[in-house]
């Protein structure tokens, strides 16, 4: 190869322009493989010598110039060049500079195509674990926090109208079965991203005699890509890691809606802590939720990535097309978004106070007990449906004369609903209500105890895995 020509440029009479150069080019995010790039060109190495397709001698110097390639790389030593367009040439042109001929030997049996396709797998079996983990970090919060808040019983919604009163622990424990699912997504992807596809070639496989297996163990996969095309153009374990990404900001944009509210002046009932919170530059008395409406927002542009990469695919007949290097910076995006949001927000549950006299202001007096009014009745042999219509009136009357039901007199009930006892309505409180419910997965103390105990153990569990 002459100097100052790329790669492929045996076939052409003239270098790209220059336009067309920056616009190839991907080294400027594809860098970011460089690490699982050299892992993987090794297990390449490797093979081929043992396969005698290369010489011993060759592959070692090979092998050592890219560990030092390696070695600059971690230490910012390494200057990557738009020229050479992507991570994989940028390395294999420093190896031969460091090296001299053998380093031209290392791309024998393989292309780009399903080198590529190996850096990625790699890359998204190591993050949907990282991914995994801090989802497993955040679940132990929400389990922490629930332990700690089982007495603590705030009003519970549909519609965003009060509907029952629900213990917090039970609202946070929502929130831990919504992240275990997300746990169970990752391992999903990580199961399809732990597959070699190397040895593909460029689509059709090689005419030399490799060794798919062993560079698989080599790679520690479990299974390989047995049809060629497929292997250089499969992108399904990045859709999925972006759907499994956006399914957990979407849990986590939920959350933080929930926290924006809880914590306005109109709610008042969570205070998140100084650190997790910003001020205003003109208002001194504002304390804004910025990281929560900061996960909101930012869960708009996983969202995207996800039907880019979708929309990239669509359409694309095989096998490998350049359209497939847009794979990669939606998908760095994404994780760049979910793992910091992920972080803060374990920070962020593990510091806020919950106001528990605020709490018991608002579950005053609210009408969240009416469905266990007209369960009474039905105890009393009233069809349901009759008894939801006389407890309707019942709220009618009471909330026309701006009084709770355990405020209303003997007198004042015997007009509107006779079947029901003053003294049993006037101990009705939020807690006998959220004790009422003890059927399975329900808020009473006992219930949501067992499903505690549950949810640790299912934790417990993946803290091996
Ligand atoms: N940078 C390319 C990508 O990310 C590598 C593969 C290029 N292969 C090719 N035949 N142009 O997909």
Excluded: C
């Excluded at 994989?88 to 791309?107: F, P």
């Excluded at 939720?289 to 927002?297: F, S, T």
């Amino acid at each position: 190869m002459e100097k100052g020509q790329s790669m492929w440029g045996g076939r052409f009479t003239k270098p790209p322009h220059e336009l067309v150069e920056a616009f190839n080019a991907s080294v400027h995010f594809d860098k970011r493989l460089a690490p699982y790039d050299i892992q993987g060109s090794i297990a390449h190495v490797k093979m081929l010598a043992k396969q005698g397709i290369i010489g011993t001698e060759d592959a070692q110097q090979i092998e050592s110039g890219l560990q030092s390639i390696e070695a600059d790389i971690k230490q910012g030593k390494f200057d990557f060049t738009t020229t050479l367009e992507d991570v994989h040439m940028n390395i294999e042109s420093r190896l031969t500079e460091r090296i001299g001929e053998a380093g031209g030997k290392l791309h024998t049996g393989r292309s780009r195509n399903d080198q590529v396709a190996l850096d990625m797998h790699l890359f998204v079996k190591s993050e949907a674990n990282e991914v995994k983990q801090l989802v497993h970090q955040l679940q132990g919060v929400l389990l922490d926090q629930a332990k700690a808040h089982m007495d603590v019983i705030i009003p519970g919604y549909t519609h965003l109208q009060r509907a029952q009163p629900v213990r917090f622990s039970h609202h946070l424990l929502a929130y831990f079965w919504m992240l275990e699912r997300d746990g169970e997504r990752l391992s999903g992807v990580e199961k399809r991203a732990d597959m070699s596809p190397l040895g593909a070639g460029a689509l059709a496989g090689t005419t030399f005699p490799i060794d798919r297996e062993y560079v698989m163990h080599e790679l520690g996969f479990s299974g390989l890509y047995e049809n060629s095309l497929d292997a250089v153009s499969d992108r399904d374990y990045i859709l999925e890691f972006l759907f499994a990404i956006s399914t957990i900001m979407m849990h986590l944009s939920r959350f933080s809606e929930e926290l924006i509210l809880y914590s306005s002046t109109e709610f008042g009932w969570i205070e998140l802590d100084d650190a997790y919170a910003t001020g205003s530059s003109m208002m001194p008395q504002k304390k804004n939720p910025d990281v929560a409406e900061l996960v909101r927002g930012k869960t708009g542009r996983v969202y995207g990535h996800l039907q880019g990469l979708l929309t990239t695919l669509k359409g694309l007949p095989l096998a490998y097309n350049k359209d497939l290097q847009e794979d990669k910076e939606g998908l760095f995006d994404a994780l760049d978004t979910v793992k910091p949001s992920l972080q803060l927000f374990a920070g962020m549950l593990a510091s806020l106070t919950v106001k528990k006299e605020r709490l018991e202001e608002l579950l005053q007096g609210d009408y969240s007990a009416a469905t266990d009014l007209a369960d009474e009745l039905v105890r009393q042999g009233i069809p349901f449906r009759q008894a939801h219509e006389i407890v309707g009136k019942l709220v009618r009357y009471a909330a026309d004369r701006k009084v709770a039901f355990h405020a209303l007199t003997p007198s004042q009930l015997q007009e509107v609903a006779p079947q029901l006892d003053p003294a049993w309505v006037a101990e009705l409180t939020p807690l006998r209500v959220v004790e009422a419910r003890q059927s399975r997965g329900g808020t009473s103390m006992s219930a949501v105890e067992m499903q505690w105990e549950m949810a640790n153990q299912a934790w417990e569990y993946h803290a091996f895995q």
